[in-house]
């Protein structure tokens, strides 16, 4: 069964900390891996990544895939309060069918 | 482009009753999934709809059930709600060609 694991599950870290968030999968026939970052209501897109070793980047979030290994890190440095969120990680396989990770919730202490 | 919009946003029900949401999509997005989203199992899939078709299915009881009309609007039903069916439950819409997706701001169900 397709399944997406994400870690740590939550993490507190203080303004200005750097911290990487991290996703494994398992799929059939990988599409694509997505970013999503979740405040109080609905997530938002955040990146997709489809190329190994290709980072994506934005502002102070940048991404990237590892295909051999199955994996991928998200990065923000320099955290700020608004980045307080839960992050998710979603996979597309070979039916189109998008899986979540359960998400890891972080905290950034003023 | 106006987002993904779900009615209504909160409703209570009582167990055995059933329930109807609503998701519109944006304009020109085709596709239309459902997800329920709960505090211990995160974001589960329910459903996806392509121009009117069920297109993947997750592992939910045949009390969930769903549908797309052709201007893509969907609704999901759930019959003989359970106390367990409360959760927010997340509409998302995407370009068919494209993965990423649009999420509605969700309708939250309490079941009591």
């Known amino acids: 069964e397709d399944k997406v694991v994400q870690s740590p599950l939550s993490l507190v870290v203080h303004e200005g900390d750097t911290v990487t968030l991290n996703c494994s999968y398992e799929?059939?026939?990988?599409?694509?891996l997505l970013w999503y970052k979740q405040e109080k209501k609905a997530p938002t897109f955040l990146f997709m990544l489809?190329?190994?070793?290709i980072e994506k980047k934005s502002g102070r979030l940048s991404s990237i895939l590892d295909k051999k290994e199955l994996f991928s890190i998200l990065n923000i440095t320099a955290t700020q309060t608004g980045d307080s969120a839960i992050y998710l990680c979603a996979v597309a396989n070979r039916d189109d069918k998008i899986i979540f990770g359960k998400g890891t919730r972080l905290h950034i202490l003023p | 482009k106006a987002g993904v919009t779900q009615t209504p946003r909160y409703l209570i029900k009582t167990r055995g009753q059933q329930v109807t949401l609503s998701c519109s999509p944006i304009?020109?997005?085709?596709?239309v999934s459902w997800y329920q989203q709960t505090p211990g199992q995160g974001l589960q899939f329910l459903f996806e709809?392509?121009?009117?078709?069920?297109?993947n299915k997750g592992n939910f009881p045949g009390r969930f059930s769903g549908r797309q009309f052709s201007n893509s609007r969907s609704e999901m039903n759930v019959s003989t709600l359970e106390l367990g069916d409360s959760a927010l439950y997340l509409c998302?819409?995407?370009?068919?060609?494209?993965?990423?997706?649009?999420f509605g701001p969700g309708t939250r169900l309490t079941v009591t």
């Open positions: 998302a819409s995407r370009a068919s060609e494209y993965y990423e997706q649009y």
């Open positions: 709809y392509f121009s009117e078709t069920q297109r």
């Open positions: 489809t190329s190994s070793g």
């Open positions: 799929v059939t026939n990988f599409r694509s």
């Open positions: 304009s020109g997005h085709r596709s």
